[in-house]
Structures are given as C-alpha cells and as structure tokens.
C-alpha cells in the first residue's frame, strides 16, 4: 500500500535546473533510506543519490557529486533531488525509492519505487 509519487521532471537545457519530488505515503514499518535511480535507454539502472532518513546523511553517485543534491522534509514526507549544471548525459527516467531496512546505492536495496519521471536535458 506504500505509495511514492515523484514530480517535477521536465525538459531543460544544458546547464540547466530542475527539482525532482518524492512524495510518500501509506504504511511503511521502517523508512531507513530513501534514494533516487535513474535509467536511460539501454543502460542499466542507476543509483544517483540516497539519504539516510534518520540522520539526513547522504551519499551520491560520482557523476552527481558538486551538482545534484537530496533532501528530505518529513513535514511534508517528501524526499528532493535539486539538480543543478545538468547534462545532456543526466537526460533518464528518474525513480523515487524506499528502503525500509539498508541504505545504499544499490537497487536491490529498495523495497518500493515510483513510476518515474523523466528529466531531458539537450545541449
């Protein structure tokens, strides 16, 4: 029944911004981590970014280090990737995901995932 709901992909120029949304909901018993996959055609899925929901400690995919950023607001039980100087090649579907035990950039990690969003970056 646990639900996540991800927003604010959209279409950008190189260099550009955009903020991905997470929003949760439904019964977890554990929200360990929450973290985001992307995926482009032909390639394998990827860890972008996580955030360990107890002390807010992240981690982030080297291609990502300097210019994505996440962030939680367990106000509002959403989870932010804020990407900044985007690149034609961060151009995927991005997946929201839910760990209820483990924190990693592994997808097996995760117990639950959005549909996804897609982010298009062109030069």
């Known amino acids: 029944q646990v639900q996540l709901v991800e927003s604010g992909g959209g279409s950008v120029q190189a260099g550009g911004s955009l903020r991905l949304s997470c929003a949760a909901s439904?019964?977890?018993?554990?929200?360990?981590?929450m973290g985001w996959f992307r995926q482009a055609p032909g390639k394998e899925r990827e860890g972008v970014a996580r955030?360990?929901?107890?002390?807010?400690?992240?981690y982030y995919a080297d291609s990502v280090k300097g210019r994505f950023t996440i962030s939680q607001d367990n106000a509002k039980n959403t989870v932010y990737l804020q990407m900044n100087s985007l690149k034609p090649e961060d151009t995927a579907m991005y997946y929201c995901?839910?760990?209820?035990?483990?924190?990693?950039?592994?997808?097996?990690?995760?117990?639950?995932w959005g549909q996804g969003t897609q982010v298009t970056v062109s030069s």
């Open positions: 995901a839910a760990a209820e035990y483990g924190c990693s950039l592994s997808q097996y990690v995760y117990n639950y």
């Open positions: 955030i360990r929901t107890g002390d807010e400690n992240t």
């Open positions: 439904g019964y977890m018993y554990s929200s360990k981590c």
